[in-house]
């Protein structure tokens, strides 16, 4: 999958390239990240990149004609990838749409910077809007990188266990079961009986639970919006019997 990430700070994105399961995905060309720098498409001197708005107030405004000449050059290299603007205005970034991305052969990373971004970019050269979280960044270089992050790491061949992706946080709607490793006792606490039986089935039916109750107490809005398998209702039912025994004594 191609990344172009398009920014006035493209110095930001590249070491981010040199660590772990992202490095190995560029040295194995699974994926690849070209940083396109918007000023290289401003015209004169100062190559300047920003504008006051129209109509007054403070901030600036990101120029359309460096943006769009940016924006255009990356299509033409890479013309079936999604073009999307960060922006805090965004679709919220969740799992499901790291997955569509990592469907498509590319993504066109526009970053903001300053107070945001001439419209008219948006109107004619964007394709979707994405943000990653309701708070306000000074760009969008992070946002990109956290895409970039997400994404690869669902592309088939890029986590070291060929099901690592599958079994993880939010892949089946529910948070991940708890992890332990050696050593088996640690400050006080030992790793669940179970785990070390060699009984698959047993760990198996472990890991749901832990999966299903870590969601009902950390993301109880997660579990309201799944629809659950009759075997997920059971282990919940009887946490719930569990419970009021507990509270009515
Ligand atoms: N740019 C500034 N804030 C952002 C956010 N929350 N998500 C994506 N891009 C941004």
């Known amino acids: 999958m191609n990344f ?14 040199e660590y772990g399961i992202i490095r190995r995905a560029v040295e194995q060309q699974q994926i690849s990240v070209s940083s396109i720098n918007i000023r290289d498409y401003a015209e004169g001197r100062h190559r300047v990149t920003d504008d006051k708005p129209y109509g007054g107030g403070c901030g600036m405004v990101m120029k359309p004609e460096p943006l769009a000449g940016a924006i255009t050059h990356a299509q033409k290299q890479n013309p079936d990838a999604a ?25 066109i990373l526009v970053c903001g910077r300053y107070e945001g971004v001439d419209e008219r970019v948006c109107h004619s050269l964007i394709d979707t809007e994405i943000s990653i979280g309701d708070y306000v960044l000074t760009g969008g270089e992070l946002a990109a990188m956290v895409i970039i992050d997400a994404v690869t790491r669902l592309i088939p061949g890029t986590l070291g266990g060929e099901d690592s992706a599958e079994k993880e946080s939010f892949e089946n709607g529910l948070l ?74």
Do not use: C, Y
Not at 84 to 106: H, I, Y
């Open 4 to 17: 172009s990430v398009l920014t006035i700070f493209p110095e930001m994105v590249d070491p981010f390239l």
């Open 83 to 107: 073009t999307v603007l960060l922006t805090p205005q965004g679709k919220p970034f969740n799992q499901d749409l790291a997955r569509e991305l990592s469907a498509r052969s590319g993504a």
């Open 176 to 249: 991940e079961h708890a992890h332990f490793t050696r050593p088996q006792t640690f400050n006080g606490q030992d790793v669940p009986e179970v785990l070390l039986s060699g009984n698959h089935g047993k760990i198996d039916s472990w890991r749901l639970e832990s999966s299903l109750m870590r969601t009902l107490l950390k993301r109880p809005d997660l579990l309201a919006a799944k629809a659950l398998s009759s075997r997920e209702k059971e282990i919940l039912k009887k946490w719930g019997r569990r419970i009021k025994e507990i509270t009515h004594g």
